[in-house]
Antibody
Framework: EVQLVESGGGLVQPGGSLRLSCAASGFTFSSYEMNWVRQAPGKGLEWVSYISSSGSTIYYADSVKGRFTISRDNAKNSLYLQMNSLRAEDTAVYYC?????????????????WGQGTLVTVSS | DIQMTQSPSSVSASVGDRVTITCRASQGISSWLAWYQQKPGKAPKLLIYAASSLQSGVPSRFSGSGSGTDFTLTISSLQPEDFATYYCQQANSFPVGFGQGTKVEIK
């Protein structure tokens, strides 16, 4: 059974840092591209960051570029999001999400598995 | 960046109704579009990918169509468990973009 379990959320002051983790199980983690998506309270979904299966290709939303860093450890089946210089507007539930891939191994456009989310609250 | 616009923002419908949600991209995205369902307090669930491909395990009353800039999600006969918020997402290029969501409510 595919599972994605986020951890590391919590309350942090503006300007502070937090590191989120996403533990993957039930599939060959090293074969999958991964993403972070967030959702502010009562708001819609906002894509945050993408990392390729090897970690060699990374993208960020403009809203977090220069402050957040995505990484992965395929030996530990884990995805990370290092968040620095946090702002009130970063308050959200953060989800890790697996990219859907075809049998041939190419992305199909869509996130087929999501974690349960971890809440990050930035407030003084 | 590609902007995704959904309409309507909310719809009231009854069990058994046919419901259609539209999503428009600010530029062509071929068929790189996905649809999700989200219930309160839960993670989104993938319904449709590549504009019209039904994700495994999703009931056949859900269907997607469109290409280029205009897309549609249709629920052929609304069931009680379908009351939720639906999002489209473009997967053509980075940054990935989601629509603002459409809430399907009970009439």
């Amino acid at each position: 059974e595919v599972q994605l379990v986020e951890s590391g959320g919590g309350l942090v002051q503006p300007g502070g840092s937090l590191r989120l983790s996403c533990a993957a199980s039930g599939f060959t983690f090293s074969s999958y591209e991964m993403n972070w998506v967030r959702q502010a309270p009562g708001k819609g979904l906002e894509w945050v960051s993408y990392i390729s299966s090897s970690g060699s290709t990374i993208y960020y939303a403009d809203s977090v570029k220069g402050r957040f860093t995505i990484s992965r450890d395929n030996a530990k089946n884990s995805l990370y999001l290092q968040m620095n210089s946090l702002r009130a507007e970063d308050t959200a539930v953060y989800y890790c999400a697996r990219e859907l891939i075809a049998a041939a191994g190419h992305a199909m456009g869509g996130f087929d598995y999501w974690g349960q989310g971890t809440l990050v609250t930035v407030s003084s | 960046d590609i902007q995704m616009t959904q309409s309507p923002s909310s719809v009231s419908a009854s069990v058994g109704d046919r419901v259609t949600i539209t999503c428009r991209a600010s530029q062509g995205i071929s068929s790189w579009l996905a649809w999700y369902q989200q219930k309160p307090g839960k993670a989104p669930k993938l319904l449709i990918y590549a504009a019209s491909s039904l994700q495994s395990g999703v009931p056949s009353r859900f269907s997607g169509s469109g290409s280029g800039t205009d897309f549609t999600l249709t629920i052929s006969s609304l069931q009680p468990e379908d009351f939720a918020t639906y999002y489209c997402q473009q997967a053509n290029s980075f940054p990935v973009g989601f629509g603002q969501g459409t809430k399907v409510e009970i009439k």
